[in-house]
């Protein structure tokens, strides 16, 4: 592929999840930002789509798969590229790479990639060369990696709460002391927030049937008062 100078980038994304996004950098690229991809008529003038709400909104697949030409990097924890293709109409090729895109992981230096195909491998590289963002490569499964391990920690710290085992704040604080991690998983559950953490889970129990992922009531609990 040739390089690329001075990408037209079409960034579709809720302000919080925007502002997170900023801070990994855009080198001389143009980013133009929308809360909807309903808002635009065509996608023709530009040569990337970072698609950050595509878990809420997989309909945007079928808009995707009339551009083949134009790659798409689309928050996809909570489905798989494996389910995106058998449900949409790819037939002129497939153009989407998926990415860990929640909340609470988007600035993080290193970003989950999950791919279809090995041919999609040398666009990847080239558009993260661009982007000048680091990168790892991971199975394309329902939850990825860090989201998956996250998720599941959270769920237990939630059993133990509801438990009466120990209150949220010691949890959190013997987390981060006893593992290093940087945030207690209550803490994480707040930054990815709990709408998208039981969404998660209740995907890769779906997808698994894995008890392992059973949610607790407690955060079931909540989730709903979310609605």
């Known amino acids: ?23 990994k950098g855009w080198g001389a690229h143009q980013v133009h930002w929308k809360k909807q991809l309903d808002e635009l008529v065509s996608l023709q ?10 878990d809420d909104q997989p309909r945007h697949a079928a808009i995707y798969a009339k551009h083949p030409e134009i790659p798409v990097l689309a928050g996809m ?49 080239h558009l993260m060369k661009e982007l000048g963002w680091q990168y790892e490569l991971v199975a394309d499964r329902v939850g990825m990696v860090t989201p998956r391990v996250i ?10 709460a509801q438990e009466g085992t120990a209150t949220r704040e010691d949890i959190d604080t013997s987390m981060r002391l ?39 009531s407690s955060m079931e609990a909540e989730y709903n008062k979310l609605k």
């Open 1 to 23: 592929m040739p390089e690329i100078l001075n990408m037209d980038i079409l960034v579709i994304a809720d302000a919080a999840r925007y502002e997170d996004l900023q801070q």
């Open 45 to 54: 003038d530009y040569q990337l789509v970072i698609d950050l709400v595509f």
């Open 77 to 125: 924890v909570k489905t798989s590229l494996a389910d995106i293709m058998v449900h949409n109409a790819f037939t002129q090729g497939f153009n989407i790479m998926g990415c860990n895109w929640l909340p609470g992981f988007i600035h993080l230096p290193v970003t989950e990639v999950s791919i279809m195909d090995e041919g999609q491998q040398p666009v990847l590289d």
């Open 151 to 160: 998720c599941m920690i959270i769920n237990e710290a939630y059993l133990t």
């Open 178 to 216: 006893g593992t290093n991690y940087p945030y207690g998983p209550f803490e994480w559950s707040r930054k990815i927030g709990v709408k998208n953490v039981y969404e998660v889970l209740k995907a890769i129990y779906t997808a698994t049937n894995d008890e392992r992922y059973t949610i607790a």
